[in-house]
């Protein structure tokens, strides 16, 4: 089982909106640029509901960039990733899930006022937004070593239907090819 030495651990555990994202993109970036941290490896245990699509974008694209920098990043899922989370967590060379952990893929959802010209415009907005999103899924489970089931538009479609929520446990996400590996947990102690 692979092994990240001296990685720099990180927390991100809010839903994710325009001021958490930038806040964390600026912390990741301070980090990085401090003298010493140039190809570190870092590691985001990460617990979100998700959030807003477009600032989970910007945090997928923060964290491509800071792998094409050299820096190796694990993503562990604690607790939760859930709906644009679940997806955010596919930027990283390693993802990893907590033993009682879950992921959540579910419909895009938009809140639209105005006319129906509005409505269809964001209806077509959705629409590329859902196929962009399952797309990152089924490319990275499609990627990864030794996957019991890829992940495929068809299988979150029949998942999805009627707009039901899908929930994956550790053990789910991990046969899906969804995480690299389900963390260990260690024995518990008796007091002396």
């Known amino acids: 089982m692979m092994q990240v030495k001296d990685e720099t651990n990180f927390v991100f555990g809010l839903n994710i909106d325009a001021q958490a994202a930038r806040s964390f993109a600026i912390e990741l970036y301070n980090w990085s640029n401090t003298a010493g941290n140039k190809f570190k490896p870092l590691r985001i245990n990460l617990h979100s509901g998700g959030g807003n699509i477009a600032d989970a974008e910007h945090l997928f694209e923060t964290f491509t960039h800071l792998r094409s920098l050299g820096h190796f990043l694990t993503i562990v899922i604690h607790g939760r990733a859930a709906s644009c989370a679940g997806w955010l967590v596919q930027a990283a060379d390693l993802r990893v899930i ?15 006022d105005g006319n129906i010209t509005a409505f269809e415009r964001e209806l077509k907005r959705m629409k590329h937004l859902q196929k962009k999103t399952i797309g990152i899924l089924c490319e990275r489970s499609a990627a990864t070593q030794g996957v019991k089931t890829k992940l495929t538009p068809r299988i979150v479609a029949k998942q999805l239907s009627g707009g039901a929520d899908w929930w994956l446990t550790a053990q789910e996400a991990y046969d899906y090819g969804l995480v690299d590996r389900i ?10």
């Open 183 to 192: 963390e260990d947990q260690p024995a518990y102690r008796t007091a002396a």
């Open 98 to 112: 907590g033993k009682h952990s879950e992921m959540l893929i579910h419909q895009v959802s938009s809140k639209c």
